[in-house]
């Protein structure tokens, strides 16, 4: 949940449908469930994939876990402020922070739990953490100066994301192949963490181009 007089900016694939089924979900939950107690599940799907990551080093298994982990995640996260909102229960302040500290403290927990997992090379995947810290840290920027709180990059927002860390984990599930390139080996986790490192640096650059652009224009308009 955002606080007020922020603007939330969705462009995902997903979002219009995704929109429809929360609200849908919403409706029929049961008083108990609370925006805390999914704000709490949420944190325990984050548990469930970052644990299962480790423990598949010995036992693949558990990356099928994962996948479960995140559909959990999914729920928790997603649902917490659309039941807030339904039930007029809505903390803006409150659920604002609260929503982005979590999101913060459970990424940085999957995402390390991932390094060493032994399915990438650890260093790539803390490239992975910082380039996904950029594009927070600039989506709560523009919250700050501009009112707008930009949730998704293009056509990919988190339930994309998270769609694409289930399809991985099943996949790495039959194996985690390796390509030599530059006489160097890869595994196709290397190759995916190497992916999203550079695509959050390249949006962060653009975005933060185009927003100093913005601003800089609706200042001199302002003088």
């Known amino acids: 949940m955002d606080s007020p007089n922020i603007t939330r900016e969705h462009s995902s ?4 449908s995704e929109k429809k089924v929360l609200e849908a979900v919403a409706r029929r939950l049961p008083l108990w469930a609370s925006p805390d107690f999914l704000t709490g599940l949420g944190i325990i799907g984050a548990l469930i994939i970052g644990t299962s990551y480790l423990l598949s080093k010995n036992q693949p298994l558990f990356l099928l876990a994962a996948a479960g982990g995140w ?5 928790g996260d997603s649902l917490d402020g659309t039941v807030a909102r339904f ?18 403290l459970v990424t940085l927990f999957i995402v390390l739990c991932f390094a060493f997992s032994g399915y990438g090379r650890p ?3 803390i490239l992975v953490l910082i380039g996904y810290y950029l594009i927070s840290i600039h989506s709560y920027l523009l919250a700050a100066v501009a009112g707008r709180l930009k949730l998704s990059y293009g056509l ?9 860390f289930i399809s991985f984990s099943i996949f790495l ?29 390249i949006l962060f650059v653009l ?3 185009k927003t100093a652009r913005e601003l800089d224009s609706l200042d001199k308009r302002t003088e």
């Open 13 to 16: 694939i997903t979002y219009r």
């Open 71 to 75: 559909i959990i995640h999914w729920f």
């Open 87 to 104: 039930r007029k229960a809505e903390r803006p302040r409150y659920g604002h922070y609260l929503d982005h500290f979590v999101d913060s």
């Open 123 to 125: 260093l790539i995947w």
């Open 156 to 164: 990919l927002g988190p339930t994309e994301m998270r769609i694409i």
């Open 173 to 201: 599930f039959f194996g985690n192949p390796e390509f030599k390139i530059l006489g160097i080996n890869f595994t196709i986790a290397d190759i995916l963490g190497i992916g999203f490192f550079v695509l959050f640096l």
């Open 207 to 209: 975005n933060g181009i």
